[in-house]
T-cell receptor
């Protein structure tokens, strides 16, 4: 049972344009969401998070949007840079289970110069 | 402190052998987590510790897997009688108590290949 889904295995965008990565979840108990970035041969790196009491959180070029009614979140990267090329994972946790993150399958982003 | 350290980076073992991995978390972090990642999938939760107490263990973790954090600092993950299906990247992470506010810090992982 895949509770967090990233339905696009890959995404390719031109440098300077917007990258939009999507994530859907099924468990209504999830109330905290995170995005991680992973380069080859490295562990995932925390990027940005959002609590369910918000619908948007912004940090520099990265913005996460949360639509609770649709159980959907997205990560926007503007402008995209070649160094953003990596695998992006969304993850979720539930109140009372903060020790456990449930990850999606990941989306490989390629930003072309 | 250079982050979360995992040792070894790579391990090749024969089926049926036991293996042990070590994780050294960020020193001021009191939570430590183990995850497993297979090709094309996201990290999958295995277990986590708060200080030396193991607070949760995934149902996916068979009895062949055991983890310890004896003094609330480093942790070990042992797999007994390895099987080919155990081949994966084993990731360790650490965080403060309020881990979700800051996100975990992951190590680079130990890649296990069972032949």
């Amino acid at each position: 049972d895949q509770q967090v889904k990233q339905n696009s295995p890959s995404l390719s965008v031109q440098e300077g344009r917007i990258s939009i990565l999507n994530c859907d979840y099924t468990n209504s108990m999830f109330d905290y969401f995170l995005w991680y970035k992973k380069y080859p041969a490295e562990g995932p790196t925390f990027l940005i998070s959002i609590s369910s009491i918000k619908d948007k959180n912004e940090d520099g070029r990265f913005t996460v949007f949360l639509n609770k009614s649709a159980k959907h979140l997205s990560l926007h990267i503007v402008p995209s840079q070649p160094g953003d090329s990596a695998v992006y994972f969304c993850a979720a946790s539930a109140s009372g289970e903060r020790g456990k993150l449930i990850f999606g399958q990941g989306t490989t982003l390629q930003v072309k110069p | 402190d250079t982050g979360v350290s995992q040792d070894p980076r790579h391990k090749i073992t024969k089926r049926g052998q036991n293996v042990t991995f070590r994780c050294d978390p960020i020193s001021e972090h009191n939570r430590l987590y183990w995850y497993r990642q297979t090709l094309g999938q996201g990290p999958e939760f295995l277990t986590y510790f708060q200080n030396e107490a193991q607070l949760e263990k995934s149902r996916l973790l068979s009895d062949r897997f055991s983890a310890e954090r004896p003094k609330g600092s480093f942790s070990t993950l042992e797999i007994q009688r390895t099987e080919q299906g155990d081949s994966a990247m084993y990731l360790c992470a650490s965080s403060h108590n309020l881990g979700t506010n800051y996100g975990y810090t992951f190590g680079s992982g130990t890649r296990l290949t069972v032949v």
